[in-house]
Structure formats: C-alpha cells, structure tokens
C-alpha cells in the first residue's frame, strides 16, 4: 500500500508510466536524483493513502476460523465476484478486448499491477541473465597510418542528459538555445538521431554496445565489452569523465574520473556540480594528453524535474521559471522556460569544450562528438520527464541531437570531406555511434559495419586509411 500510494503520486504528477524499465531507474538512481524528487505532496500522499489505510488495515481484528470454512468463505466470495465480472464482460467484452489490445500501455498505468508486473520482469530477466562475459571487439586495431607520432589525436565525446532534439535552435527551435554551437563554422549537425531507450538506465550502456537496440537487453554492459574497451584494446587512451551517476557498467575498465570529488570546486553544491566541473577535467586531461586519446565528458545536462538547478543565475535567458519539482503545478511555459535555460548552458559547455581543444591545436588533433541519452517531455498531452515505454512514448523522448565539431587539420589527417558530411541527410540513431567512434578513432575490429558509421562514406579515396580500410572491407 505504501509503494503504491507512492507510485500513484509519481504517476498523478508527471504522467508517467511505470513498467520493468523504470523499476530499473528506481533502483539504480542516486541520492541527489532522489532528493530532487521529494516534495511535502509526496509524504501526504504516502501518509494518506498508503501508511494511514495500512495501519487501519492492521488493527483490523481477525477472527480465526478453520480451514473448511475459511475455503467455503473465499468460495463464495469469489463465486460472487466471478459472476459480477462475467456479467458485466459479457456486455462489454469485445470493447475490454480491444482495449488492452490496442492500448498495452494500460499495463503499465494500473497500479499496483503494474508494480507487481515490473517486480516480476525485472527479477526474471536479471534471473535468466547469461553469466559468461562477452568479448565484442577481441580483434579491435589501429588502421595503419592514423597515429601520428609527437602529434595524438584526441576525441572528446560528450554524452548529454536529456537533451531533446525538438530544443536546439540548431534543429529548427523558435528560440535561441544553442547561439554558441550555431555560430562554430567547423560544426557538423547530424539533426535528430533516435535514443536506444527513454531513460538513462537502458540508453546509456545501450548507445556505447555494439549490438544496437534491437538485440539490447537490460545489463548487457555488466556482460559484454563496451565501445570503450574495443578503443582501449586498439591502443587508444580511454577515459570517462562523470558528473552525472555513472557509466551503467560500459567505462568499468578503463579510466574513470568523478568530476565532482573536488567538492572545493566552484560550481559544486549539496545538489551536485554544474557542468563546467567536467571542463576542468577535461583541462588537466588535455595537458596530460601523450598519446591518442578518447575522452567521454557525462553531463548533467536537462536532468529534470529541477531544471532550474542545472545551470547558474547567469544563464537564465528566458523568465520566470518553474523554480519547483511539482511540474504540474507551474505554468507549462515556465517548465519549458527552465529546460531552455538549462540548454543554453549546455551550448555554453559544449561551447567552451571546443574552445579548450582548440587551444591545443599547435600539438594534437582534436576533434568532439555530441549525443545524448534521450529526450524530455515537457507537459505535451500532460507527460513530464521521461521513462515512458519505448513503444508508447512521444517523440520528445526518444528525438536526441547528434553532432561532431571537426576542425580542418582533423578532417584532412582522418582523410574526411566536409562538404560531404554536412549533406549527409541519412537518419540517425544511437546504433550509430559505436561503429561511428571507431571509425572516427581509425580503429576496426569485426564487428565494426563501415554502414553504420557516419564518417565512412565521406572518407576521401586518397587517404592511406581507407584504403586499409577498404582492403578490411573486402576480406
Ligand atoms: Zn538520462
């Protein structure tokens, strides 16, 4: 009863759906993620409707009784209940049929089944989980000719948090959200790629495997090599860089760096750091940088419902703002208000990112990669945040922005056109990315696919790595 009354708050407030996957993002969240979800709404729920019927329900007197009466009192009941409901489907059934048929996200909308349903899924699928662990990219190598000795090349690849396609300014947005990016010549927008998952618990270690989201299933990462080890094996220097509640199991071997572990950090409070701290990091990485490098910045991004604390007082382009978590409560334009800000600084961050490698042109090649992990509702049809099952969730959800920033030194030593790359129209989705890294990186292994790599088509002929490339290809 309590569980429920709290699901029931959470379903009431933000409309969303509750099923397997979002019993998943319960139990991998975080503290400050579930700080920003309490509220004095929450506890009276919880109180009214879940602890106060509960202790009713306790001090209720139970009559002992023996077993051949108790049966033939639940016989009856049931006997009842049977035939009211046989009743009643007997008039309607071809409607209720079609129902559930036509509307399977009413499972996940019925509480408590729903969370019972949930509990039953995720058990049995972390159950039947395979045990062995699986070696994706055992034969993962550099292409001869990319590295470059005295001069490495550095790929930064940020993954955002929330960052829905349908708000950038640079994919068609009314407002100016991303003035920064827009304003970078050497910018690649691929537009709108489609998430693995809605919420980040899926979509994370979905996007760095190599199976795509069809053969995805949840843990995979804890059982099967990530993009980052295919890098790692080929030589490369891999490092993750966090500000947000980890890598999902995808950056378990390589170099992990909490970006919030210096609390003394500006910008760093009770609620956790804005995303400037990553490029601090990113900074003492860059100066460090020996050898070629791949550098994953996890940003806190959109993470809602407090928008309005992911970025500071300066950034607040557009007012008032919706200064609470009780989303549906503030005026719907306040909501999108806070989102957009927290998006301009976003631009910002990404803005400064490439500043950063820009300034350490004179000794390497650099070049940044933006995704994020999926979309937002923000109020449309009266769906907040996100998690919503992938077949029944808006777009807003499932829409994520896909680009690189590649300066003219980068594109001639990785042998790639430009002009070729930004009229690339083809759509995107996070399949994209581990094969899009590697051939980014110069690094091939078998299960790299030369189709789902964004980079490959426009590879120059001339270059030395593609015709190594080719000759894999061929094999
Ligand atoms: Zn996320």
């Known amino acids: 009863m309590v569980a429920a009354a709290a699901l029931a708050y959470f379903m009431n407030r933000y409309g969303i759906a509750f099923d397997r996957g979002m019993l998943g993002n319960v139990l991998e969240t975080d503290a400050a993620e579930v700080g920003e979800l309490l509220s004095p709404g929450l506890l009276v729920w919880v109180l009214g409707l879940g602890v106060l019927p509960a202790v009713v329900l306790s001090r209720m007197p139970l009559t002992p009784r023996g077993l051949l009466g108790a049966l033939v009192d639940k016989a009856a009941t049931l006997t009842a209940l049977l035939g009211v409901s046989a009743l009643l489907l007997t008039g309607f059934f071809a409607s209720y049929a079609s129902l559930f048929r036509n509307h399977r996200d009413l499972r996940s909308q019925l509480v408590p089944i729903n969370l019972l349903a949930a509990a039953h899924g995720y058990a049995r699928a972390r159950i039947n989980a395979p045990r062995e662990f699986v070696l994706a990219a055992a034969d993962a190598a550099r292409l001869s000719g990319v590295e470059q000795a005295g001069r490495p090349l550095v790929l930064v690849l940020v993954v955002g948090e929330t960052t829905r396609a349908a708000s950038l300014s640079l994919n068609g947005y009314g407002r100016p959200t991303t003035p920064m990016l827009a304003a970078r010549p050497d910018l690649i927008?691929?537009?709108?790629?489609?998430?693995?998952?809605?919420?980040?618990?899926?979509?994370?270690?979905?996007?760095?495997?190599?199976?795509?989201r069809a053969a995805y299933a949840d843990g995979l990462a804890y059982r099967r090599e990530s993009l980052l080890d295919a890098l790692q094996r080929a030589g490369l220097d891999v490092w993750w860089i966090d500000n947000n509640s980890g890598c999902k199991g995808v950056c378990d071997?390589?170099?992990?760096?909490?970006?919030?572990?210096?609390?003394?950090?500006?910008?760093?409070?009770?609620?956790?750091?804005?995303?400037?701290?990553?490029?601090?990091?990113?900074?003492?990485?860059?100066?460090?940088?020996?050898?070629?490098?791949?550098?994953v910045l996890h940003m806190k991004g959109q993470h809602g419902p407090a928008y309005y604390r992911r970025y500071p007082p300066t950034f607040e382009r557009f007012a008032p703002v919706c200064s609470t978590n009780a989303l549906d409560r503030c005026d719907p334009a306040s909501v999108v208000n806070a989102y957009d800000n927290a998006l301009v600084y976003t631009d910002h961050v990404l803005d400064w990112a490439i500043t950063s490698l820009s300034a350490n042109s004179n000794r390497a090649d650099t070049a940044l990669m933006f995704v994020s992990d999926h979309g937002e509702s923000l109020g449309e049809s009266g769906i907040f945040l996100h998690g919503m099952p992938y077949d029944f969730a808006p777009p807003y959800q499932k829409e994520v922005p896909f680009m690189a920033w590649l300066p003219e030194a980068t594109l001639g030593r990785l042998g790639l056109d430009r002009g070729c790359l930004m009229q690339r129209t083809a759509s995107l989705s996070h399949d994209n990315l581990y094969h899009s890294v590697l051939g980014i990186s110069g690094v091939r292994a078998t299960v790299y696919r030369a189709q789902a790599d964004v980079f490959a088509a426009c590879r120059v002929a001339t270059q030395p790595a593609t015709s190594v490339d080719s000759r894999k290809e061929k094999t």
């Open 253 to 295: 071997r390589v170099q992990v760096v909490d970006a919030a572990s210096l609390a003394s950090d500006a910008g760093c409070g009770v609620e956790g750091c804005f995303d400037e701290v990553l490029l601090d990091r990113l900074d003492q990485r860059l100066a460090a940088v020996e050898r070629d490098t791949v550098i």
């Open 189 to 212: 927008n691929f537009g709108t790629a489609e998430a693995c998952g809605t919420a980040t618990a899926t979509s994370l270690p979905c996007m760095f495997m190599d199976v795509g």
